[in-house]
T-cell receptor
Framework: DAGVIQSPRHEVTEMGQEVTLRCKPI?????LFWYRQTMMRGLELLIY????????DSGMPEDRFSAKMPNASFSTLKIQPSEPRDSAVYFC????????????FGPGTRLTVL | KNQVEQSPQSLIILEGKNCTLQ??????????LRWYKQDTGRGPVSLTI?????NTKSNGRYTATLDADTKQSSLHITASQLSDSASYIC??????????????FGTGTQLKVEL
């Protein structure tokens, strides 16, 4: 298995633009998680899905952030409009069967908003 | 407020030496505790996951301990190697009132292993 796949790996955009981050979880994993990591705040859980259904989005910072999982093999995290403070590394992770199982992280997308 | 505090913030050791990283938490009720290793520019990789009933768990040269009474965990690295240079993150799962789960993250310990 190729592991969790994220695209793009790097994204540079200007303030006000829409940004879409993509994730393909490991096949067969029921849970998908979106994280954000910054130097100041460390790793933060934004939202997670179970069987394509959003379970907890309390970590989503603002209405500018939205996430979807239209099927078991694809999820998106969208920021519209983007702001410089959204600059961070965004990770997607997946895990099998349970919230408590080991999570497998993707390589991350480094987002820079100018 | 649920918190996870890690110490030290950073650490430099010589190759071949042992070291111990600390994690103290206030998360309650507690479900499990995880240690992750994160290499620079990469995603975190799970080292161990422990429930409240487990006192110790090993993964190669990594051994994690848990004292659920004092809400403390440690990660011991034996015979360190240059490849151990990374950030080590402690993550605690808590159970929310009314069901559901909550992850609380430590800010990590940055370990550097030198020749």
């Amino acid at each position: 298995d190729a592991g969790v796949i994220q695209s793009p790996r790097h994204e540079v955009t200007e303030m006000g633009q829409e940004v879409t981050l993509r994730c393909k979880p490991i096949s067969g994993h029921d849970y998908l998680f979106w994280y954000r990591q910054t130097m100041m705040r460390g790793l933060e859980l934004l939202i997670y899905f179970n069987n394509n259904v959003p379970i907890d989005d309390s970590g989503m910072p603002e209405d500018r952030f939205s996430a979807k999982m239209p099927n078991a093999s694809f999820s998106t995290l969208k920021i519209q409009p983007s702001e410089p403070r959204d600059s961070a590394v965004y990770f997607c992770a997946s895990s099998p069967n349970s919230f408590y199982n080991e999570q497998f992280f993707g390589p991350g997308t480094r987002l820079t908003v100018l | 407020k649920n918190q996870v505090e890690q110490s030290p913030q950073s650490l430099i050791i010589l190759e071949g030496k042992n070291c111990t990283l600390q994690c103290n938490y206030t998360v309650s009720p507690f479900s499990n505790l995880r240690w992750y290793k994160q290499d620079t520019g990469r995603g975190p990789v799970s080292l161990t996951i422990m429930t409240f009933s487990e006192n110790t768990k090993s993964n190669g040269r990594y051994t994690a301990t848990l004292d659920a009474d004092t809400k403390q965990s440690s990660l011991h690295i034996t015979a360190s190697q240059l490849s151990d240079s990374a950030s080590y993150i402690c993550v605690v799962s808590g159970i929310l009132t009314g069901g559901g789960n909550k992850l609380t993250f430590g800010t990590g310990t940055q370990l550097k292993v030198e020749l």
